[in-house]
């Protein structure tokens, strides 16, 4: 017992550490061990403080054993480890868990209270959600491309919280929808369940809070704001690139109200395991849920969503226009409702008849004469010619591994250099349906960082394809 009394809780700690990370990837041990901070040893009680109540519960269902052995190695067979959770006491409430009898392990944990939580304002005003209310789900024009995402979202927007879908990830390229679904899910749960308090905040708009709230010396009041919410919307979590402490604040609000079974919604212009610059337990967190991409709208979406607009604006548009328009503006809808908006400009302010001729002129700077848009059966080609295989093979059943990845090159490329949604791109390789696509396109990305050769082939035909769309 001598031998005890000499340590202190630093020195004990330490000692546990060191029998702990042998048996652990560096990267586990840097995400669950290293923000342990040891404070207090009183003859064999070991107390350590970690970052939340998640990551005590994380700690004793994945590395209990892992942990027992170290603790009894270090201080003996009698030893206990306690466990402080770290949450300013201004905003917390002590509440004393009953120790595990069998395991020699205790836990003090420090619990945020929600209910002490108020908005910023000091006084009592109706609770301001941001969201729009023109963004429901009745205002939402369904297609192939976002089919499922909606699907996910409505279902989310029922059960807040009680679902797997927690939290829910929507991402896809810019103008595609992902503000009007996430604020959709917002809309539906304030009028469904007006007890509830939603909030709906960008990336950006989150980070700007946070700062003001260091100048302010008011990060307490700030972090019990957003954890009393029920619901989380937070709009293009991309933007949180490099800013560290605004990282580690909103990684501590998503483990205290995923733990509380609040329900969190993100959105964000790539899959959480592509942001760069994001802690990789942040990443972590967001992939724990459900992750759905929304895709560009195919035409017949594309034509819907015109003449949605125009039935809410009680214009008549004929059908040729409609047409003309929905054909030459693919990539995103944000740019097809700016087209929509010049041509009643110019029909308005201009009194130019509503045709064709007047959608070539709104659409001139749109359309580019002198840029050819790449198919999928020149891709078919190229990927062919470059692999040296038939090019009917590409949309053969064949498993063939020559075959096979030669194809999902082809896939890769398709979506990403032609404007065909995944259901044409599926049909014009051999009618596969658009989740083979999807997964063929995940399948290449992943095979960057493990095979060079493939990426250089990869490089090689988008240069190809480049110049033949000059």
Same mark, same amino acid.
């Given at each position: 017992? @001598?031998?005890?009394?000499?340590?202190?809780?630093?020195?004990?700690?330490?000692?546990?550490?060191?029998?702990?990370?042998?048996?652990?990837?560096?990267?586990?041990? &840097?995400?669950?061990?290293?923000?342990?901070?040891?404070?207090?040893?009183?003859?064999?009680l070991l107390t350590v403080e970690v970052p939340s109540t998640y990551f005590y519960e994380w700690l004793e269902e994945h590395y209990f054993d892992l942990l027992q052995k170290s603790i009894h190695s270090v201080l003996g067979a009698d030893a206990v480890l306690q466990y402080a959770v770290k949450v300013p006491r201004s905003e917390a409430a002590s509440v004393t868990m009953p120790e595990p009898s069998q395991a020699g392990f205790s836990a003090e944990l420090l619990r945020p209270d929600p209910t002490s939580a108020k908005p910023r304002s000091k006084h009592e005003e109706p609770f301001v959600t941001n969201l729009n209310p023109k963004f429901t789900f009745e205002s939402f024009i369904r297609g192939d491309g976002n089919q499922f995402a909606r699907a996910a979202a409505l279902n989310v927007s029922n059960n807040p919280g009680e679902t797997a879908f927690n939290p829910l990830v929507l991402y896809g390229g810019v103008g595609l929808g &992902?503000?009007?679904?996430?604020? @959709?899910?917002?809309?539906?749960?304030?009028?469904?369940?007006?007890?509830?308090?939603?909030?709906?905040?960008?990336s950006e708009k989150f980070t700007i809070d946070f700062v003001e709230a260091i100048e302010r010396n008011s990060t307490i009041e700030f972090s019990n704001f957003y954890r009393s919410m029920d619901v989380l919307i937070v709009d293009d979590i991309q933007f949180f690139s490099g800013k560290e402490?605004?990282?580690?604040?909103?990684?501590?609000?998503?483990?205290?109200?995923?733990?509380?079974?609040?329900?969190?919604?993100?959105?964000?212009?790539?899959?959480?395991?592509?942001?760069?610059?994001? =802690?990789?337990?942040?990443?972590?967190?967001?992939?724990?849920?459900?992750?759905? =991409?929304?895709?560009?709208?195919?035409?017949?979406?594309?034509? @819907?969503?015109?003449?949605? &607009?125009?039935?809410?604006?009680?214009?008549?548009?004929?059908q040729?226009?409609?047409?003309?328009? @929905?054909?030459?503006?693919?990539?995103n809808i944000r740019e097809l409702e700016g087209c929509y908006i010049g041509l009643i400009a110019r029909h308005t302010l201009e009194q130019c008849p509503l045709d064709v001729s007047l959608a070539e002129k709104v659409l001139k700077n749109v359309i580019?004469?002198? &840029?050819k848009d790449i198919t999928v059966e020149q891709i078919q080609k190229i990927v062919a010619d470059h692999f040296k295989i038939p090019e009917n093979s590409l949309r053969a059943k064949t498993r063939k591994q020559e075959i096979v990845v030669p194809r999902q090159i082809a896939m890769y490329l398709s979506k990403n250099l032609t404007r065909a949604s995944l259901k044409t791109i599926g049909l014009h390789f051999g009618g596969r349906d658009h989740s083979t696509i999807i997964h063929a396109c995940k399948t290449v990305e992943r095979s960057f960082a493990e095979d060079d050769s493939l990426r250089q082939h990869v490089e090689q035909l988008e240069k190809q394809i480049s110049y033949i769309s000059r």
């Open positions: 017992m @001598a031998l005890v009394s000499e340590k202190t809780a630093e020195s004990a700690w330490k000692e546990c550490l060191d029998l702990v990370r042998p048996h652990l990837k560096p990267l586990t041990f &840097k995400t669950w061990f290293e923000p342990i901070i040891p404070t207090n040893l009183e003859g064999t &992902k503000t009007h679904l996430i604020q @959709a899910i917002g809309n539906h749960v304030s009028r469904n369940n007006p007890g509830k308090r939603v909030y709906y905040v960008s402490r605004t990282q580690d604040t909103f990684f501590h609000t998503f483990n205290t109200l995923h733990q509380l079974k609040k329900q969190i919604i993100l959105s964000s212009d790539r899959p959480p395991r592509d942001l760069v610059g994001l =802690d990789e337990r942040l990443i972590s967190r967001f992939q724990c849920g459900l992750t759905v =991409d929304i895709q560009p709208p195919d035409l017949e979406t594309r034509i @819907a969503i015109l003449r949605k &607009k125009a039935e809410n604006d009680h214009i008549e548009i004929p040729d226009v409609i047409e003309f328009i @929905a054909s030459n503006v693919k990539s580019s004469s002198d &840029k």
